[in-house]
């Protein structure tokens, strides 16, 4: 796990090694056990380390025996001691005991169809210096995070925004579309990034640069397909998920030093930890931090759990001092993002972090085994319309829309896009200034792309591969990636291993989500499957209890005596926000929040999204 930037002139000017120590420099917190540079003519790799594997040898910029071929990668391979026996039987020669130098031999061996053989997250460049031409690459889900700015003099890549400003050829203009995104999603989705220059690689794709600056790419090379087998039966496809999830997590286990995993009161990490526990030979040290707000605590549940799987268990309560921490939140994340759960991620992987250097998580479970609340409400409105009249509704759809009779009339993706509790299409546009209003498309244009592409037949599968593409990746894994990594931790996501995604994709949409019987209280349940499978280890009723989620009391956090705090925060000239939006729209907000319970006025998620961007629009004034 590591931080990893560089860049390439396209003019054959030698690099310049000041600028690659300044982005490196901005990537400390990422790699505190050491960080290197490697220069050859026009390129500049830069690498910090945290090591998790083969601390003794795994230092980068990686290179090839006859030092042509160079990489830096941020990461875990897991199948890195499979990929090297077989890269050894075929005659390669390793010169470190590291996971990451199987990109680099694999390279040589597959060329960029290595990626085709990875297993785990990462983000890596390499420099074939044979072929002068430099590759990005990023993991399937984009666990990892790479970004990159293109412009005519070079390219520039790094794990984080902040490096990329170290780079003295980026636009650091405003894209506004990308504002608009993040209004109604509260984060900016791949591969738009708040800066006009700069692009984030999105999750399994990647992109190559000659040095004479000719762009191939980005090209996807892994989706995820939505194919259910209707064969086995229930007991077999329950089986077969077991051994996924021990495969899984077993292969997520693989360190050289001390780790341990975050457990909350839900079925997702519980589960994790109960897999791990009993891969062990010693007891797995489990963390779970509580809130001074007690709808927000889930400690009692997270004990319950940890005492079954015997775990060494550590609590610690930390206060939601959300105001206080913003200045950091927005230096890590770099451009404006408001979910403010990245509160209680930054606390949890700090106090992880004071004992052990890696953990393993149980993200990725509502998203792939259909966890979440709205899934039973879009299949129920959206039921599935089978064989040749599913056909003929999708061709009229389209000639409706393309003849503009159609547009904003209601459907899955509409629906989808209709969620958001942010700021949706009628308050942003009110927001927006006049000549931005146009602008407002966009965003329900990414949606309606994304929906188009989704795989699947059903809608279940079709949301949740939206979801996937969306939220997953550029919400809650950017947002881990970020809080761990600002405290130089680990996080590891076994749910998201791509072989156990390509199993439960496979699996009949009833096993992720069923109506049960009226005998089982006829309600839905979401990751059934999942359920059923943890119930070798926990009582049903411990994993079918409604989970407070990891939120916080954001609109609480902003009524009654924060309301000065908005207004001057929000309504003053340093805030910058007077350059697109009406203030009069943001006061009304101000002065219209109200969290107290059925007030129906909370702003509170929509304050803190322009509290952020106020914050990130001063310290871009720095």
């Not at 890596?124 to 666990?143: E, K, M, P, S, T």
Request: hydrophobic letters at 40%; glycine letters at 10%; a negative charge.
């Amino acid at each position: 796990m590591c931080g990893i930037s560089g860049f390439l002139n396209f003019d054959r000017k030698p690099a310049q090694r000041s600028i690659a120590e300044a982005m490196n420099a901005r990537l400390l917190h990422r790699g505190p056990d050491g960080g290197d540079i490697h220069v050859d003519g026009p390129l500049a790799l830069a690498h910090r380390r945290l090591a998790i594997i083969d601390p003794a040898t795994g230092r980068q910029p990686l290179l090839s025996r006859d030092g042509r071929i160079a990489l830096v990668a941020n990461g875990e391979i897991y199948n890195y001691r499979e990929l090297r026996a077989e890269l050894v039987a075929r005659g390669h020669a390793f010169a470190t005991n590291g996971d990451c130098e199987t990109i680099l031999v694999g390279y040589q061996e597959w060329g960029i169809e290595v990626l085709q053989r990875l297993r785990g997250m990462f983000a890596f460049a390499l420099w074939d210096g044979c072929n002068q031409r430099l590759y990005l690459a990023r993991d399937r889900v984009g666990i990892k995070p790479l970004c990159y700015a293109l412009g005519h003099d070079g390219i520039a890549f790094a794990s984080e925004l902040q490096a990329l400003r170290a780079w003295p050829h980026v636009d650091r203009g405003v894209d506004l579309d990308a504002l608009d995104h993040y209004l109604h999603l509260q984060y900016i989705p791949a591969p738009l990034s708040i800066y006009r220059g700069i692009r984030k690689l999105e999750a399994g794709h990647w992109l190559s640069v000659d040095a004479d600056g000719k762009v191939d790419g980005p090209r996807r090379y892994w989706k995820l397909e939505w194919r259910p087998d209707t064969h086995r039966s229930e007991t077999e496809w329950l089986a077969a998920l077991d051994a996924g999830l021990k495969d899984a997590v077993g292969s997520h286990l693989v360190a050289d030093v001390p780790f341990g995993a975050f457990l909350s009161g839900g079925v997702d990490s519980s589960t994790v930890v109960a897999y791990a526990a009993r891969q062990l030979e010693t007891p797995l040290r489990t963390f779970t931090i509580g809130f001074d707000v007690p709808e927000f605590d889930e400690r009692e549940p997270a004990r319950r759990f940890a005492e079954i799987s015997a775990t060494r268990h550590s609590e610690e309560i930390v206060g939601l001092d959300a105001i206080e921490l913003l200045p950091k939140l927005v230096r890590h994340y770099g451009e404006p993002f408001a979910d403010s759960s990245a509160v209680c991620t930054w606390r949890v992987c700090e106090a992880a972090r004071r004992e052990v250097p890696m953990v393993l998580s149980g993200d990725g479970g509502d998203e792939v085994l259909a966890g979440y609340s709205y899934f039973p409400r879009l299949v129920e409105a959206y039921p599935p319309v089978q064989g040749r009249t599913r056909r003929l509704r999708r061709l009229a759809g389209n000639l409706l829309r393309a003849s503009g009779l159609l547009q904003g009339a209601p459907g899955l993706p509409q629906a989808w896009y209709g969620r958001s509790p942010f700021f949706d299409d009628g308050l942003r546009g009110r927001l927006w200034l006049q000549q931005h209003r146009g602008r407002l498309g966009a965003t329900r244009s990414l949606i309606e792309r994304h929906f188009a592409q989704a795989s699947g037949s059903d809608t279940l599968s079709r949301a949740q591969s939206v979801d996937i593409a969306t939220y997953l990746t550029n919400d809650n894994l950017a947002k881990v990636d970020i809080a761990s990594m600002a405290h130089g931790l680990e996080v590891r996501v076994p749910l998201l291993d791509h072989r156990l995604l390509e199993l439960i994709a496979s699996m009949p949409a009833d096993l992720r989500l069923r109506k049960l019987d009226e005998a089982q209280g006829g309600a839905w349940c979401g990751k059934y499957a999942l359920k059923k499978v943890a119930s070798q280890f926990h009582p049903w009723d411990m994993l079918t209890t409604t989970k407070r989620g990891f939120s916080v009391p954001v609109g609480k956090w902003l009524d009654g005596d924060a309301k000065p705090f908005l207004r001057e925060r929000l309504l003053g000239e340093d805030a910058g926000l007077a350059e697109w939006f009406d203030m009069d729209v943001v006061r009304e907000l101000i002065d219209e929040h109200d969290a107290s319970e059925g007030s129906g006025r909370d702003h509170g998620h929509r304050l803190w999204a322009l509290l952020v961007l106020a914050e990130w629009r001063s310290a871009e004034a720095e």
